[in-house]
């Protein structure tokens, strides 16, 4: 089963950063997967989210690099990508992710935050490519590197 097989069961999905690196660079191994999950995601009526933090994470290295013109295709697909809403980070949201580093003491302040935001729409799933990730019981995580 591919990862665009595993979305067509969900309703929803909150997109972590790296498929969105993966996506945007057309990475080797994982950008044809993560190009395919963004064309399901239309035609199986599939709500996407990612929030500002991928922001935060995806913009330090194109503009380390000088690469304005990654940097602005990131900014774009983020904020007017088709079928992609960027959520912005509420208290609760901040509350939430506390609560998560309480219950898993090596989760990092970001991926607690984008986390968080996932089960704050009610996301049927997280989409990341951290391993680590899986350990998380409060939402189901898929891990694009468990599909290739």
Same mark, same amino acid.
């Given at each position: ?5 595993? @979305? #067509?069961? +969900?309703?929803? /999905? !909150? ?14 191994? !994982? ?7 963004? *064309? #399901? %995601?239309p ?6 989210y ?7 994470? /995806? %913009?330090? &290295?194109?503009?380390?690099?000088g690469?304005?013109?990654?940097? &602005? &295709? !990131? /900014? *774009?697909? +983020?904020?007017?990508?088709?079928? +992609?809403?960027? +959520? ?8 939430e992710?506390? #609560? @998560? ?13 984008? $986390? ?10 997280? @989409?990341?490519?951290? &391993?680590? %990730?899986?350990? $998380? ?12």
């Amino acid at each position: 089963m591919t990862i665009a097989d595993e @979305l #067509t069961r +969900l309703s929803s /999905v !909150f997109i972590d950063t790296a498929p969105i690196i993966y996506y945007i660079e057309a990475h080797p191994l !994982f950008g044809p997967p993560t190009k395919e999950i963004v *064309e #399901t %995601l239309p035609s199986r009526n599939i709500s996407a989210y990612s929030s500002v933090v991928t922001l935060t994470e /995806v %913009l330090p &290295k194109p503009i380390e690099t000088g690469n304005e013109i990654l940097a &602005k &295709k !990131f /900014v *774009e697909y +983020l904020e007017h990508g088709a079928h +992609l809403t960027l +959520l912005e980070i509420t208290t609760d949201i901040a509350k939430e992710a506390g #609560t @998560l580093r309480g219950h898993y003491a090596d989760l990092r302040a970001l991926d607690a935050i984008q $986390i968080a935001t996932a089960l704050d729409i009610k996301a049927d799933a997280f @989409l990341t490519n951290d &391993k680590k %990730l899986k350990k $998380i019981k409060e939402i189901r995580v898929l891990v694009l590197q468990d599909y290739a």
